[in-house]
């Protein structure tokens, strides 16, 4: 299935891992990680997918 949505919920401790597996959706400007706007997500499914896994926090969170 398609990713339709990839969002950030409350509780970020900006450890820098989701920019770490998919630079090309997550960045780190300030303290909370953010989604980067009008990226297509299909191309990065399964380093989303990853990222969310990984996130210590459980704060990565996506809609198919």
């Given at each position: 299935m398609a990713?339709?949505?990839?969002?950030?919920?409350?509780?970020?401790?900006?450890c820098g891992l989701c920019t770490d597996i998919c630079p090309e959706v997550f960045?780190?400007?300030d303290d909370v990680a953010i989604v980067k706007e009008?990226?297509?997500f299909d191309?990065?499914?399964?380093?989303?997918?990853?990222?969310a896994e990984s996130c210590p926090?459980?704060?990565i969170k996506?809609?198919?």
């Open positions: 990713i339709k949505e990839v969002f950030i919920e409350e509780g970020c401790t900006a960045e780190l400007p009008g990226v297509n191309d990065f499914e399964d380093e989303i997918k990853e990222a926090v459980e704060v996506y809609k198919e």
